[in-house]
């Protein structure tokens, strides 16, 4: 730990991988529609929002395969670290939390401009602050699944819920290697229980009504290419199933709220970070401002 440095303490982009726009005219090229905007509210959801270009998913996938090796000397910095979430060897699921303190990259991934204009409108343009930052990975032949779930169901400890996930595959996401799937309108059914994230894919389903459960026949497959994203509301069902294709499956999340976002808790809000009193606004070091808006 020595020599790793905490890129937590680097607020705004810190490589060339991005440039920040300098005028209003610069960030309207990454605004999203207004059909896309409605879409989200109506549905959960809007995908297909283009993050990157090809040279920086190389740049990306570099990192991981890097940070990956339980030995890396900013191994430490991890919130959490799952080399197999499942802990079944036929449905791997690599999970982690907190590689942005950790490669450049990563880091500045959180202050893509494609990325935070669209989080701001989907906020409804509100100031968009970190929260925290996921890696999901499933191997070729025997990735494992994300159970059904709503992100929110894990993070009531903080409130109010004015949150918003970003996934982007740096992968191609296909049926075939485990893509997100969406239960559309599901965002307003309401906070449901917790399930095991790398547990029974259909472990929701104790915590639903009949006519909910009727909904899961028809879920929505979200195929992406790879540097492409989906939004969706904190309350949307959503899960993703094994990996039995010849392709690997690596994505990132990065999750978000709105600022004034507050603690709910006195406890520790992730593994390592020193806790924010219940009560008190979400900020500092470890959960920056991304954009305030133009």
């Known amino acids: 730990m020595a020599n790793a440095l905490d890129l937590a303490n680097r ?158 595959g740096l992968d191609d996401a296909t049926t075939e290697n485990g893509c997100l799937h969406y239960i559309p309108k599901s965002h307003r059914w309401g906070l449901l229980d917790a399930p095991n994230l790398a547990g029974d894919m259909n472990g929701l389903f104790s915590a639903l009504s009949d006519a909910q459960k009727e909904q899961f026949r028809h879920p929505v497959a979200i195929e992406l290419k790879k540097g492409y994203a989906t939004f969706h509301h904190p309350l949307m069902v959503h899960g993703s199933y094994e990996n039995k294709s010849e392709m690997s499956r690596r994505a990132f999340v990065l999750n978000v709220f709105a600022d004034g976002t507050v603690s709910n808790t006195d406890e520790q809000l992730l593994a390592g970070v020193p806790p924010i009193s219940k009560g008190e606004k979400m900020g500092g070091k470890f959960f920056p401002l991304l954009f305030e808006g133009l």
């Not at 005219?25 to 297909?48: C, I, K, M, P």
């Not at 499942?86 to 699921?93: F, G, I, T």
């Open 11 to 168: 607020h705004g982009l810190i490589s060339d991988l991005f440039v920040w726009p300098k005028s209003e005219d610069q960030w309207n090229q990454y605004r999203l529609t207004d059909d896309q905007v409605a879409h989200f509210h109506e549905q959960g959801y809007v995908s297909g929002i283009k993050l990157l270009e090809d040279h920086q998913i190389e740049v990306l996938r570099n990192e991981l395969d890097e940070i990956l090796d339980p030995s890396h000397p900013a191994h430490d910095l991890f919130y959490e670290f799952h080399s197999n979430e499942s802990e079944d060897p036929d449905a791997v699921l690599f999970h982690s939390l907190g590689h942005w303190r950790i490669t450049k990259g990563f880091h500045d991934v959180l202050w893509n401009p494609a990325f935070v204009m669209a989080a701001y409108q989907l906020l409804e343009d509100r100031p968009v602050r970190f929260w925290h930052d996921q890696l999901f990975c499933k191997p070729s032949k025997h990735g494992g699944v994300v159970a059904w779930h709503q992100d929110y169901s894990y993070w009531t400890r903080t409130i109010a819920m004015q949150h918003l996930t970003c996934w982007c």
